[in-house]
Each structure stands twice: as C-alpha cells, then as structure tokens.
C-alpha cells in the first residue's frame, strides 16, 4: 500500500471514529448513515489497494523480463545492421531493411 494511501486511510478511520464519539454534537452534515458509506467506501480503497499491490508484484519481474529481452533484440540488430553497412553499398541498405544513412 501506498504511504498516501496509508495516510488517507488512516486519516479518515481517525474522522469517522471521532465523528461517531460525537454524532449529536455536529447538528449537521454527519449522519449514522454517512458515516457507514464512508467505511465501505475505505474498505473498498483497502481492498483495491491490496489487489494492485499483488498486481504490481507480479508485473515487476515480467517487466524486468520483458526489458532484457529487448536489450537483446536491440544487440542484435545492431550487430546484423552493422554487417549490412559493412558489406554493402549505402544504395543497397534498405533492400536488407536497413533504413538509415551515414
């Protein structure tokens, strides 16, 4: 979980609990009723937070994958591109996809 999102959570569980220690205080704006919207509402963000946190978890080791994989397709083709550049006219490049110039 996030530390703003740990914060606000926090935070609004402290309002709500101080709220409903003086319910027939306040007059106005803060019922019984609002109060346990707002509850469901915060275990709804707790819920949503830990399933991105899992999410998160399993999509950085498949983005780290992911990145490795392209370093080595880019290697490649910077190996193969330089045969091409080597070997050949720069008229005859792009006949072997080699679309840049000197």
């Known amino acids: 979980m996030t530390k703003t999102v740990e914060m ?6 402290g309002l709500i609990k101080g ?3 003086h ?10 009723q ?3 919207s ?8 707790v819920t949503a937070c830990e399933e991105c946190d899992r999410l998160r ?5 498949k983005v780290k994958r992911m990145n490795e994989i392209l370093g080595n397709v ?3 083709y910077a190996n193969h591109k330089l045969i091409i ?3 050949y006219p720069q008229e005859r490049w792009t006949d072997y996809g080699v679309p840049d110039k000197r």
């Open 74 to 76: 880019k290697a490649d």
């Open 38 to 45: 707002m509850e469901q509402t915060i275990d709804a963000l």
């Open 34 to 36: 609002e109060l346990d």
């Open 19 to 21: 709220l409903r220690k």
């Open 85 to 87: 550049k080597n070997n």
């Open 57 to 61: 978890a399993e999509l950085v080791p």
């Open 8 to 13: 606000q959570i926090e935070k609004s569980r």
């Open 23 to 32: 319910l027939n205080e306040t007059g106005r704006g803060a019922t019984s």
